[in-house]
């Protein structure tokens, strides 16, 4: 039982701006979550979401388990992210 992938808009946005190397690695660190995520994601206080963490980017996520899909709602800097 795997977890589908899967990109807001915005999401998509911010992912394409970053560098190629961050890139390919925020898509590795997802594929590597798809069978268990909660063991690397934390719940974000006072919001339904999740906080991924890849170096110093942040992935905020929404995990509809009914679905089994995990949704990338904002990627971004550690500083900006969270604003």
Do not use: C, W
């Amino acid at each position: 039982m795997s977890y589908t992938i899967a990109f807001s808009v915005l999401a998509e946005k911010q992912l394409d701006k970053l560098e190629k190397n961050l890139q390919e690695r925020i898509i590795s660190s997802l594929e590597r979550i798809r069978v268990r995520p909660y063991e690397f994601i934390r719940k974000l206080t006072g919001f339904p979401y999740y906080r991924f963490r890849v170096g110093d980017y942040r992935l905020i996520l929404d995990i509809k388990n009914e679905l089994l899909i995990i949704m990338a709602i904002e990627i971004g800097h550690r500083r900006n992210v969270y604003k």
